[in-house]
C-alpha cells in the first residue's frame, strides 16, 4: 500500500466537512434560555468502545437538552474522546464506519509494542506504588492525537444520529476504567476577547511543547481574560496563528518518554510501531502472546482495506506494497487539527468561571519541520455561552 495513497484515503475523511449540504439551514427560535451543563458518567465495556452519550444523556436526564440548538462535549481524558462532528457524521454514514476508522490508527499502534511511554521501570517520576497500577497504554494516547480525537467537540444538536464517546483505553486488566463526560446545551455565543501566544520552540523538526507551561503565560492570560469578562460558560480557543505551517496542536498527556520519544518517533516514522509488531509477529509467530498473532491477521493492510471499503474508494491501491506508506510525512497522514477547544465553567465555584479539564489534560503544539526563527504564535479566543 502507497504512503500517498493511504494519505489521500485519510485527505478524503478531513474534506468531509465541505461535502456536507451546503444548503443553508431554515432559522429556529429558540426560546432565551441559560446554559445547561450536565455531567454523565460513562461505562466502557471493551479496551476500544464507541458509547452514544446522545443517547445515554437522554435516558438519564430527559429532554433537558432539547431547547439547545449547539451542545460542547467534553471528555476529561487522555485516551477517550469525540471526533469532531463533519468527520463522525461521514463516518456514520456507512455501516462500521467509526468502527473502520478508529481500527485503522489501532493497526497503525499496536497494543504492547515497544513504547518508550509503557517501560515503567524508567519512569522514575512515578512513585513505586503508582508504576504498580499505570495501564501500559502509549498506543491509546498515539491513536487519539493522529486520529484527530479531541477532548473538546462543539456539536449541531439539530443535526440527528449517536454522538460517540470514543474510549480507547476503556477497560484494565480486564476492568472497566471510569469515565465521565460534561455536556453543556447553549444557543449561541460571542466572542469576548482575543489575543496572542508567543511559543518558543526548538531548533529541531520534530517538537512537542507543553503549552501549559507556565513560562509561556497561557493560562494567566486565559484567567484574566475570564475575570475581566466575567464569563461562567464558554469556551476558550486555541488555534495556530495564520501561516504556521508542519504543526498542529492537540490535547493529550505531556510525559516526556510519550512526547520526545514515541511521538517523536512516529513523526517521523508514521509506521514505526506498526512494521516492528509486524515483523516480530511474522518471523516467529510461536514466541509472542496472542494478541501479537492476532494483529499479524489484523494489519494495517486489512485496517485500510476495511476503510477504503467502507467509502468506496479505489481499491487498487491496496496492490501497492505498505513499505512506501512510510516515506509519507506526518502532515499528510495524521489528523491532527490547527487547533483546540476548552471548556470554560463555574461548575466547581459558581459565579467564576474557569478552565475545566482533566488532571492529565494539556494543551500541546506539534511540529515536524523547524519553526521559522525557532518560534510559533497561538491565537487565543474567549466565546461567552447564551
Not at 467509526?98 to 517520576?125: C, T, V, W
Not at 491509546?140 to 479531541?150: K, N, R, T, V
Not at 498527556?253 to 511474522?282: C, G, I, K, Q, S
Amino acid at each position: 500500500m502507497a504512503g500517498a495513497e493511504i494519505a489521500a484515503t485519510l485527505i478524503v475523511l478531513r474534506k468531509s466537512r465541505r461535502r456536507l449540504s451546503k444548503k443553508p439551514p431554515k432559522p429556529v427560535y429558540y426560546p432565551p434560555v441559560s446554559p445547561l451543563e450536565l455531567t454523565l458518567e460513562v461505562n466502557p465495556q471493551a479496551r476500544v468502545d464507541l458509547i452514544d452519550v446522545r443517547a445515554r444523556a437522554n435516558q438519564v436526564h430527559g429532554p433537558a437538552l432539547d431547547d439547545y440548538s449547539k451542545t460542547l462535549y467534553v471528555s476529561a481524558h487522555t485516551t477517550a474522546g469525540y471526533l469532531p462532528q463533519p468527520l463522525a457524521t461521514r463516518l456514520q454514514a456507512k455501516s462500521d464506519g467509526i468502527d473502520n476508522y478508529i481500527g485503522l490508527f489501532k493497526s497503525m499502534f499496536p497494543e504492547g509494542a515497544d513504547y518508550a511511554h509503557d517501560k515503567l521501570d524508567q519512569r522514575h517520576e512515578l512513585a513505586p506504588e503508582q508504576r504498580a497500577v499505570e495501564p501500559a497504554n502509549a498506543d491509546s494516547h498515539l491513536a487519539f492525537i493522529a486520529g484527530g480525537l479531541q477532548s473538546c467537540v462543539m456539536y449541531n444538536a439539530r443535526r440527528p444520529g449517536p454522538v460517540f464517546f470514543v474510549d480507547l483505553d476503556g477497560t484494565y486488566k480486564g476492568t472497566p476504567r471510569r469515565r465521565a463526560t460534561t455536556i453543556v446545551g447553549f444557543n449561541r455565543e460571542e466572542v469576548v476577547a482575543k489575543g496572542t501566544l508567543d511559543v518558543p520552540v526548538s531548533g529541531h523538526a520534530v517538537d512537542a511543547v507543553n503549552l501549559k507551561d507556565k513560562k509561556l503565560g497561557l493560562y494567566e492570560q486565559i484567567g484574566e481574560f475570564i475575570d475581566q469578562h466575567g464569563v461562567t460558560k464558554g469556551r476558550v480557543r486555541l488555534e495556530l496563528g495564520r501561516g504556521e505551517k508542519y504543526a498542529s496542536l492537540t490535547v493529550n498527556e505531556y510525559e516526556t518518554w510519550l512526547m520526545h520519544h514515541d511521538l517523536a518517533d512516529v513523526l517521523r516514522n508514521p509506521l514505526r510501531f506498526a512494521a516492528e509488531r509486524a515483523r516480530h509477529a511474522w518471523n516467529d509467530p510461536r514466541a509472542i502472546p496472542a494478541k501479537a498473532r492476532a494483529y499479524a491477521k489484523y494489519d494495517m493492510v486489512y485496517a485500510l482495506n476495511k476503510l477504503v471499503d467502507t467509502f468506496g474508494l479505489q481499491s487498487s491501491f491496496i496492490e501497492r506494497l505498505l513499505a512506501r506508506t512510510l516515506e509519507v510525512g506526518a502532515s499528510r497522514f495524521f489528523r491532527m487539527d490547527r487547533g483546540v477547544d476548552l471548556l470554560v465553567s463555574d461548575g466547581r465555584t459558581p459565579g467564576r468561571g474557569t478552565v475545566v479539564e482533566g488532571t492529565y489534560q494539556t494543551p500541546i503544539l506539534v511540529q515536524w519541520r523547524p519553526a521559522k526563527d525557532t518560534r510559533r504564535t497561538v491565537d487565543i479566543s474567549l466565546t461567552r455561552f447564551f
